[in-house]
């Protein structure tokens, strides 16, 4: 008795049930617009590009003064 409904639920499942298309492709390059996200995404490039020296931004940031840090401990029991 309960495999009628449980079989009838199935079959309206299967028949209600809608075909699933892949969606197209939207994204369209040509070469020249590639290569161009490549050169401007590109940390490595980026980084050759700008020359970022560690041992020279180092000493830079050793000729700089430091931030004071401010400590401050209050206690509330009397």
């Not at 939207?26 to 490595?44: D, G, H, I, T």
């Not at 490039?45 to 560690?54: G, R, T």
């Amino acid at each position: 008795m309960r495999i009628v409904p449980l079989l009838f639920a199935i079959t309206m499942m299967t028949l209600s049930a809608r075909p699933i298309h892949a969606q197209s492709d939207s994204l369209r390059l040509s070469l020249s617009q590639a290569e161009q996200q490549f050169v401007q995404k590109n940390f490595v490039l980026l980084a050759q590009k700008y020359n970022v020296n560690v041992a020279e931004a180092a000493k830079e940031q050793a000729k700089l003064w430091y931030n004071p840090n401010l400590f401050v401990e209050t206690n509330l029991y009397n």
